[in-house]
Every structure is written in C-alpha cells, then in structure tokens.
Nanobody, 126 residues
Framework: QVRLVESGGGLVQAGGSLRLSCAAS????????MGWFRQAPGKEREVAAA????????SYADSVKGRFTISRDNAKNTVYLQMNSLKPEDTAVYYC???????????????????WGQGTQVTVSS
C-alpha cells in the first residue's frame, strides 16, 4: 500500500499563493505518476495537474494553466503544487493521487490512480 498525506492548504486572499505538499510512503514513490485533483462543493472531482515519474512530463487543466506548477522530489518522496494568482473558483478540497496512467492522455482520468490522500482544504476569498 501507498500512503499519501497532503498538507499546505488554508485560507488565502484572491491573487495570493499557496504551495501544497504530498508526502508518500509505503512503496517506491518514483515509479508513480502523481496527480493533484480537486473537488469543489457539489462538483465532480477533477484533475488540476499531473506529473510523470521523472518530472519530465506535466499536464494541467486549462483552468489552472499558467498559474499552477506541479513538481516532484523523488529523493524526498514528495510532490508539490505551487498555486499562484489564486481565484475564488480555485476553492476546493485538493487531493494527491498516485497511479500508472500509460500516457499523458490518461493523466486526467481518476480511475487510473490507485492511491489517494485524505485531501487538504484550499479556500480563496474574494
């Protein structure tokens, strides 16, 4: 089993920044594609960003492109989501996920991820 624990969420004003962290344990972290998903109240969980095992390939939702940056440090078993220029519509619970999508075309698919963290709340005030 892989355990994923998110941290770094909180309350921030519009235009501000947060950096989320996801610490992994249990199995080889570097072998997984890692994703950040988010779920706003009453809405479906959707991908915000994903990154492959080496960090050489990333994928972003159109709604966050240019504002969010996903990165990973395999030596620290940690993946990050740097969120800049935050908007009220970014308010959601953010979840870290690990899995084996076979290509970047599958990075956005929730059922390709086998392990999920408990989530961390991000609230952006206007």
């Amino acid at each position: 089993q892989v355990r994923l624990v998110e941290s770094g969420g909180g309350l921030v004003q519009a235009g501000g920044s947060l950096r989320l962290s996801c610490a992994a344990s249990g199995r080889t972290f570097s072998s997984y594609v890692m994703g950040w998903f988010r779920q706003a109240p009453g809405k479906e969980r959707e991908v915000a960003a994903a990154i492959n095992w080496s960090g050489g390939r990333t994928s972003y939702a159109d709604s966050v492109k240019g504002r969010f940056t996903i990165s990973r440090d395999n030596a620290k078993n940690t993946v990050y989501l740097q969120m800049n220029s935050l908007k009220p519509e970014d308010t959601a619970v953010y979840y870290c996920a690990a899995g084996y999508p076979y290509s970047s075309a599958s990075y956005h698919l929730k059922d390709k991820y086998d392990y999920w963290g408990q989530g961390t709340q991000v609230t952006v005030s206007s």
